[in-house]
């Protein structure tokens, strides 16, 4: 499959590792443009670069990979028709207020499907650390395998999500649609905590919708 990256930072350049260690193909870009992106070619053997637009326009899916702050200034139509990849999270510091996310009354990933409507946004990969993604993936069957939850309105969208997950490494634990992907939003129990299953499912459940854990404490 080939997959279109926006963002060449720690989390894009992990997943496009990731896909081409399991015979995807990956095109990465950013917002200078991929004269900028000579290191991260060869540091990445096999990935490709390109323009935002080009890496839009590679294949069917789309990570999205950019502070969260900068989605809007994609454009819709380069996605239209995309499966989109969101691993954003929002961080207020990084980011700026966002008021509608601090009074819990939409998730990050509703937000980037109302600005590219004509997408199917799948919430994945924001709830792991760029590192892990490189250390903690294990072949299919493996007990005890790390699973990444997902959310989505697209069911289709979702299986897609779910076999490329696989593909490199991951379980899936299906957390609902865009409007529940708050269960696993930055400082909630599931957020960047290695867990099986059983684990993520569990951990899922304890969120609470306005109930943060202490920034940080997700890291190991
Ligand atoms: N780091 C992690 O472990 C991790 C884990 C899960 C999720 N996330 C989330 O993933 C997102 C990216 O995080 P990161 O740590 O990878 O960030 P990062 O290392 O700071 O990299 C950000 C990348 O986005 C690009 N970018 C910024 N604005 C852009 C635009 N308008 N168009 C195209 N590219 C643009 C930057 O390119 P330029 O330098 O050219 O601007 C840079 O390549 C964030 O929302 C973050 O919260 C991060």
């Known amino acids: 499959m080939r997959i279109g990256i926006i963002g060449a930072g720690f ?21 200078r443009g991929p004269k900028t992106l000579t290191s ?12 935002v637009e080009q890496a839009a326009a590679f294949g ?3 990570l999205l990979a950019i502070p969260f702050e900068y989605y809007p200034h994609v ?10 990849l969101d691993a954003n999270n929002y961080y207020p510091d990084r980011d700026g207020q966002v008021p509608v996310l601090d009074r ?9 499907a109302e600005h590219f409507k004509d997408a199917r946004v799948v919430k994945v990969f924001n709830a792991i650390l760029a590192n892990d993604l490189l250390t903690d993936g294990r072949p299919s069957h493996t007990p005890e395998r790390r699973a990444l939850p997902i959310a989505a309105d697209d069911a289709e969208a979702k299986v897609a ?7 490199v490494g991951f379980d899936t634990v299906d957390t609902g649609g865009l409007d529940d992907s708050w ?10 905590v290695p867990l099986d299953k059983d684990g ?16 940080g404490s997700w890291r190991r």
Not at 75 to 84: D, E, N, R, S
Not at 104 to 112: G, K, Q
């Open 11 to 31: 989390i894009g350049r992990a997943v496009a590792q990731l896909l081409i260690a399991a015979g995807h193909e990956a095109m990465l870009s950013n917002s």
């Open 40 to 51: 991260v070619a060869s540091g990445i053997p096999g990935s490709q670069v390109g323009t």
């Open 60 to 62: 069917d899916m789309v």
């Open 75 to 84: 454009p819709a139509q380069w996605l239209a028709g995309k499966i989109v």
């Open 104 to 112: 819990f009354e939409t998730t990050t990933s509703r937000l980037i």
């Open 161 to 167: 999500v779910t076999q490329l997950l696989d593909d």
């Open 183 to 192: 269960r696993f939003e930055r400082a909630k129990p599931a957020y960047c």
């Open 200 to 215: 993520l499912r569990t951990a899922l459940a304890a969120a609470e919708r306005e109930v943060e854990l202490p920034m």
